[in-house]
């Protein structure tokens, strides 16, 4: 039977990962599967639950500055400017591994990636575990990440899942990587690069912030956020029809995804939407990205939709 846990039992779920299992915990971004940082089980056991790769590293979630500090070796002022500007929240940060970070949780990388995360319920498992959490999203490895408890329960009915509500971002943070002078965006997520723009206006020296290339990131492939039928990036009734054309779904069952005109909504609601519409009876999805739908939040959106697509207008051969 599936240990369903009530949101006070926080303590349980907490002994359980200090005894080297894994919980599935609510985070402002999507859920994650945690495991002790301190428990070699417990993060091997994230991997083979989710079916990930080992060369995929995990981000370690930490309930204040001082557990950011021991899992890495520097802290570079850049560094600690940027986490006092957006932590607790959907930023996570690449910086050099500290000798005792386990290199499980880092894929054999010299780097390791800290997050501060602002739901409650996560700071509160950290604190009351006495470690910080390592903790992938809690789904199969390339398939959409969950953005509410049921979702976590209907992929791995055997994990304890502590409930604390819908994601309130919704997709996962954007993760960035910290040298002298430069930022480098390795995702986009839940914080903008606008935003990163806005706080570095602040800082005493110019920084550059750039969009990293994809091998800079080990986990972010080409595909991923599979949904269970073809999705289409379409701009117009024309590429709609290439692309059902192209894809053998002619006149078939086609669905739009509903994103709404915000960008916060549609970042909330876009996996749970992805989710709802592939099992709906649908054989076809697709999403219309017009040229408001841009910048901002729009552009993690557009980054998860690409990847989960296997039809855009720059690549139709994606199928
Ligand atoms: O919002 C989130 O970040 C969620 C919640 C649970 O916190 N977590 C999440 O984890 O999305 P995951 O494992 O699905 O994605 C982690 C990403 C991967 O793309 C991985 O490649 C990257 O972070 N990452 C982790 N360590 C890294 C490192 N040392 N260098 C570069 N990228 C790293
Ligand atoms: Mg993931």
């Given at each position: 039977?599936p ?18 299992d ?66 607790p ?66 992929e ?7 409930d ?41 020296q ?38 059902q ?25 876009l ?40 039809w855009?207008p ?6």
């Amino acid at each position: 039977m599936p240990a369903l846990i009530d949101s006070n039992d926080l303590k349980e779920a907490a002994e359980k990962l200090r005894r080297g299992d894994v919980v599935a915990i609510p985070t402002e971004t999507v859920y994650g599967l945690a495991a002790s940082i301190g428990s070699e089980d417990g993060l091997k056991k994230i991997f083979s639950t989710k079916e990930r790769p080992f060369f995929d590293p995990l981000i370690v979630h930490v309930a204040s500055f001082e557990q950011a500090r021991q899992v890495t070796r520097e802290w570079p002022p850049l560094a600690d400017f940027l986490a006092r500007w957006f932590w607790p929240g959907p930023l996570t940060i690449v910086l050099p591994k500290a000798a005792t970070t386990s290199s499980l949780i880092t894929s054999g990388l010299d780097t390791v990636a800290v997050r501060y995360p602002a739901h409650p319920f996560a700071q509160e498992l950290i604190r009351l575990t006495g470690t910080p959490l390592a903790a992938p999203s809690a789904n199969k490895f390339g398939r959409t990440s969950p953005s509410t408890a049921d979702h976590v329960r209907a992929e791995f009915p055997d994990v304890t899942v502590v409930d604390g509500g819908p994601c309130e971002v919704g997709l996962e943070s954007t993760v960035i990587a910290v040298t002298p002078g430069e930022i480098a965006i390795l995702r986009p997520g839940g914080i903008t690069q606008e935003d990163i723009e806005l706080a570095t206006e602040r800082w005493a020296q110019p920084v550059r912030i750039r969009r990293a290339e994809s091998q800079e990131s080990p986990g972010h492939l080409k595909h991923h956020y599979m949904p269970k039928v073809p999705l289409a990036i379409v701009a117009n009734d024309t590429q709609l029809a290439e692309a059902q054309r192209d894809l053998g779904k002619v006149a078939l069952r086609a669905r739009e995804l509903d994103l709404t005109d915000d960008p916060t909504q549609a970042a909330r609601r876009l996996y749970a939407e992805m989710r709802t519409q592939e099992e709906s009876g649908a054989d076809f999805l697709y999403a219309v990205k017009t040229p408001a739908k841009d910048g901002g939040l729009w552009a993690a959106v557009w980054d998860r939709l690409t990847r989960a697509a296997s039809w855009t207008p720059e690549d139709r051969s994606r199928v």
